[in-house]
């Protein structure tokens, strides 16, 4: 079946580092690909998607490119923020899924001043 | 617009008890998926349901477990005699038709004693 893989965590970096969360998938077809973020106490927002190969998906920051070739879409951001400090969750939609996501199992971040 | 709406925030049951957990979807959605996070683990899918009918529920335990969504009214997670493994964190999302874009509530954190 379709799943989800991250880098596991927790990811200590300092405020302004460049940071990196790997995410790798399997599925059939062509899933659509999403990050989401859930700030300590709240439920999931969504930071950012991509729908097809090659697409980018951006938010307040933050990049991921969907490869299909590699079947990847790595979270990145140019220089973090204490207020970045959140789990980091990537998930997919697969075909003829009704919308259902399977999610990997998050990547908390920390963020030191 | 309220967005999705989970009610009670926090639930606290003893062994053998039932609860009930409470989902209203975003004005508009009519597609509502139920999902557990369990601690230290990502999320879960349980299960997924249109108005009047569940369309999947692959992801719920076969015992004590069921959901519903009525016409009228909002989807209801309901656990009977609730043991401690149960205790978690119940989200509930919403999406329209076709989308694989999930708006999420704050949860339910479910407590078992």
């Known amino acids: 079946g379709d799943s989800v893989t991250q880098m596991e965590g927790p990811v200590t970096l300092s405020e302004e580092a460049f940071l990196t969360i790997n995410c790798t998938y399997t599925?059939?077809?062509?899933?659509?690909l999403f990050w989401y973020v859930q700030y300590p106490g709240e439920g999931l927002q969504l930071l950012l998607k991509a729908t097809k190969a090659d697409d980018k998906g951006s938010n307040k920051g933050f990049e991921a490119t969907y490869r299909k070739e590699t079947t990847s879409f790595h979270l990145e951001k140019g220089s973090v923020q204490v207020s970045d400090s959140a789990v980091y969750f990537c998930?997919?939609?697969?075909?003829?899924?009704?919308?259902?996501?399977?999610f990997g199992q998050g990547t908390e971040l920390s963020v030191k001043p | 617009n309220a967005g999705v709406m989970q009610n009670p925030r926090h639930l606290v049951r003893r062994r053998g008890q039932e609860a009930r957990l409470r989902c209203s979807p975003m004005?508009?959605?009519?597609?509502v998926y139920w999902y557990r996070q369990l601690p230290e683990e990502g999320l879960k899918f349980m299960v997924y349901l249109q108005k009047e009918n569940i369309i999947d529920e692959s992801g719920m335990p076969k015992e004590r477990f069921s959901a519903e969504f009525p016409k009228e009214g909002p989807s209801i997670l309901r656990i009977q005699q609730v043991v401690r493994g149960d205790s978690a964190a119940y989200f509930c999302?919403?999406?329209?038709?076709?989308?694989?874009?999930?708006?999420f509530g704050s949860g339910t954190q479910l407590s078992v004693l």
């Open positions: 599925a059939t077809g062509y899933p659509s």
């Open positions: 999302a919403s999406s329209r038709i076709g989308q694989g874009e999930l708006l």
């Open positions: 004005k508009g959605h009519s597609h």
């Open positions: 998930a997919l939609s697969g075909d003829n899924q009704g919308g259902k996501l399977i």
